[in-house]
């Protein structure tokens, strides 16, 4: 009856659970889905076009003015998404970038060694600027007709093609704002060989007779669709994210920014911010220990943004002054990111199993580099994480078996009181007591085990390693579901037979529970990446081969133990019985003599005597013997 009551609770918890999201879905749609809506101001986000320095940034860079006092910031002025102007080709070792002169924004970068999902001979295009999906990196100044990222900029060298030749370290490109007011801005933009970071650097020289006090913005626009190779059963997140000494790393979702409820710090000198998808991110990296400030809003519909604004300084006339952000725009590669800046390889989401899933990684790499095949990592990493957990595994198979070898009593004991739920509960919890026998000892074992098995399980969600890293014959890419389905038919297998292997449930609705779960987890690994079926497939075979090795030994200890039982409480032999009989009756003429010489006074005692001889001797299936009388006139000898 407990049972019962737990499984309606669990499917009344999922229903409630459906429900409410759906009904949440219903009053607050997607960013992708909002049609309308006014953006709202409050102390920390100014929804312009242009991002604006808040007072705290701007009195730490000139000590005094606010943000409304600087001049070139008009907030009637709205988004003009990706006016086209000419376009600058950049290769690389690691990318393939476009710019447009027109804002002087990255529009498209693609990643060489990462091949898209659509055409495995093209590259992943990170930053793009279609319609149905984009990303952009932007930056400007902030000021008195300095440029922005709406200026048509101009290329210095006339040259709009560049590619790293060998021998170089770097490609440089430079474009040029007008002057307007004196002022002559450049931006700059340095292509590294054998990195995915992109210096953007503006230069500032002032002609003028007047000092300015410029700020700089770089920022990410982006819309709030999943990227075109998002795993449905799987989700991953995507949006804004960012990270701090003090509040450490943080999501900035984008139903949040829809609701003005986003929640981040604001001022700092140090961290970064970022625009996060599975496998892949953006990130601006200011360097530590300089005072910038975080923004993140909604520009309008399935638009966002987020970047960092930083104080440029004071210029006074006749001199000039450079200020630089790294860009990075590449894949979440855990080893790598943690030296671009601290806390950046927090990217690679593991949610609060963090702490786990690091050193499991590690492990997985350290495999790697023996095999340089990720599936053969994969295989031997379950294998050690199996042989960590032995004891434990071994503990809970043992209760197990016990369960399945009592589930033949435990049955008859149901049947008895199928009638008394509350007798048929006492008899059991008597019978457990009396076998020492624990229901949940099963269990527990195992669900220590869970948290690192879930670990691994985002361990292999994450790694952006294993996309497009091949295993074996039909299997090219780990980070997909099987072409032809034969890891999760294999998997299904593997189900069924270690629900053969666990005990059957007494009651008839957890028997038919156990029965369809390895049919319904089967179809949900249909959609799985393969290399998340491989580790489930092998996990799932190490542990059929030890539940079946402890079960078959205590099945048999058991067998063992009820044959010495049967055997002790065996009767004896026939002839043993026959032959004990015979040792206490007396002897036949001995019984004849003792008869005749009986006196007659104690002829009841004699005939009691007869008859016991009589009845010896039926019990032998012999005739009774009658005893001689002594002839006439003669006397018996006696003894």
């Keep these: 009856m407990e049972t019962r009551k737990l499984i309606l609770i669990i499917i009344f918890s999922t229903s409630l659970l459906f429900l409410w999201d759906a009904w949440q879905k219903e009053l607050y749609p ?107 990196a932007q930056s400007g100044l902030i000021g008195d007709g300095l440029p922005n990222h709406k200026t048509k900029y101009t290329v210095d060298s006339k040259n709009y093609s560049y590619e790293l030749e060998p021998g170089q370290n770097k490609v440089v490109v430079r474009l040029l704002a007008p002057e307007v007011n004196g002022v002559q801005a450049a931006k700059i933009y340095t292509f590294h060989r054998g990195s995915y970071v992109i210096d953007v650097e503006f230069e500032i020289v002032n002609h003028g007779d007047a000092a300015i006090n410029p700020f700089s913005y770089f920022q990410m626009l982006r819309d709030a669709n999943d990227p075109a190779d998002a795993n449905t059963m799987v989700h991953s997140y995507t949006g804004p994210a960012m990270y701090t000494d003090e509040e450490k790393f943080l999501k900035i979702k984008f139903s949040d920014l829809d609701k003005n409820k986003a929640e981040y710090p604001t001022n700092a000198d ?11 991110l953006t990130a601006w990296l200011p360097p530590q220990n300089t005072p910038r400030e975080y923004f993140a809003k909604r520009l309008a519909p399935n638009q966002y943004t987020a970047g960092v604004i930083a104080p440029v300084g004071a210029i006074e006339p006749g001199q000039e002054k ?43 790499s350290f495999y790697h580099s023996w095999t340089d095949n990720w599936g053969a990592a994969i295989i031997l990493l379950t294998l050690t994480v199996k042989l960590l957990f032995f004891p434990l595994s071994a503990a809970g198979y043992r209760s197990m078996a016990k369960m399945r070898v009592v589930t033949p009593k435990l049955q008859r004991i149901r049947e008895q009181y199928a009638s008394d739920r509350q007798r048929m509960h006492q008899a059991m919890m008597e019978f457990y007591k009396e076998e020492k026998i624990n229901p949940m ?21 994450a790694a952006v390693e294993l996309r497009y890293a091949p295993l074996a014959l039909w299997i090219t890419d780990m980070s997909v579901p099987d072409p032809y389905y034969v890891l999760p038919v294999i998997m299904g297998i593997s189900m069924w037979i270690q629900s053969k292997l666990s005990p059957t449930p007494t009651d008839p609705i957890q028997a038919k529970v156990m029965q369809i779960m390895p049919v319904a987890f089967s179809v949900f690994f249909f959609f799985f990446p393969a290399g998340l079926v491989l580790y489930s497939l092998c996990n799932n075979i190490l542990s059929i081969t030890q539940q079946w090795q402890i079960t078959r030994m205590y099945e048999s200890k ?77 006397k018996t000898r006696k003894k």
């Design 30 to 136: 997607p960013a992708s889905q909002v049609m309308s809506g006014a953006a709202s101001n409050s102390a920390n986000q100014r929804h312009d076009p242009l991002p604006v320095p808040g007072d705290e940034l701007t009195a730490s860079a000139s000590g005094t003015g606010t943000a409304s006092e600087i001049e070139g910031v008009n907030p009637s002025i709205t988004p003009n998404l990706f006016t086209i102007g000419e376009k600058i080709h950049v290769k690389t070792d690691l990318v393939v970038a476009e710019i447009d002169t027109a804002g002087g924004d990255i529009r498209q970068l693609g990643l060489l060694a990462h091949p898209s999902r659509e055409d495995v001979n093209k590259p992943y295009e990170l930053l793009l600027d279609k319609t149905a999906r984009f990303q952009v």
């Design 270 to 280: 140090n961290g970064w911010i970022a625009m996060l998808e599975h496998y892949f």
């Design 322 to 364: 450079n200020i630089t952000m790294p860009f990075y725009a590449g894949p979440q590669e855990q080893n790598k990111l943690a030296e671009l800046a601290p806390g950046l390889d927090l990217t690679v989401d593991y949610g609060w199993l963090t702490v786990l899933a690091k050193p499991l990684f590690w492990l997985l």
């Design 441 to 461: 000892g099963g269990c527990l074992p195992i669900l220590v085990q869970i948290p690192v098995f879930i670990a691994l399980f985002w361990t292999l969600l």
């Design 558 to 634: 058991a067998e063992g133990d009820a044959n010495k039982k049967k055997n002790k409480s065996k009767p004896e032999p026939e002839p043993a019985r026959e032959s004990a009989q015979l040792a206490v009756l007396p002897d036949k003429e001995e019984t004849a003599t003792q008869a005749q010489a009986a006196p007659t006074a104690g002829g009841k005692q004699d005939e009691k005597k007869q008859q016991t001889t009589q009845a010896a001797a039926s019990a032998k299936g012999k005739a009774p013997v009658k005893a001689k009388s002594a002839p006439a006139g003669k």
